[in-house]
């Protein structure tokens, strides 16, 4: 059974940072595109970033020069290291997979998540002061 789980989320000032790891099980984790999606109230789901199994990586203009996603298959694990946070990037957090063969631009960009069917719970990031 596929499982995602997220942690790393919480409160921090405008202008901190957080890293956020989401932990998987149940499958090879280099062998599949991992993606950080993230959702507001009231707004659309929104492809922050992902990473294929060939390395390529995708960020939304929102977010390119501020966040950074790695993997490391050792420890089943992808990160979202997240810098300069800003109150704009508050939302629930997810990381999910799919086992699409596409580039992590176009898994990850126009779709929202559409080619992803494993998910996890989401952690929550408030960016306050």
């Known amino acids: 059974q596929v499982q995602l789980v997220e942690s790393g989320g919480g409160l921090v000032q405008p202008g901190g940072s957080l890293r956020l790891s989401c932990a998987v099980s149940g499958f090879t984790l280099g062998a599949y595109t991992i993606g950080w999606f993230r959702q507001a109230p009231g707004k659309e789901r929104e492809g922050v970033s992902c990473i294929s199994s060939s390395g390529g990586s995708y960020y939304s203009d929102s977010v390119k020069g501020r966040f950074t996603i790695s993997r490391d298959n050792a420890k089943n694990t992808v990160y979202l290291q997240m810098n300069n946070l800003k109150s704009e990037d508050t939302a629930v957090y997810y990381c999910?997979?799919?086992?699409?063969?596409?580039?992590?631009?176009?898994?990850?960009?126009?779709?929202?998540?559409?080619?992803?069917?494993?998910w996890g719970q989401g952690t929550q990031v408030t960016v306050s002061s």
């Open positions: 999910a997979t799919t086992t699409r063969l596409l580039s992590a631009r176009m898994l990850c960009g126009p779709r929202s998540g559409a080619d992803f069917g494993s």
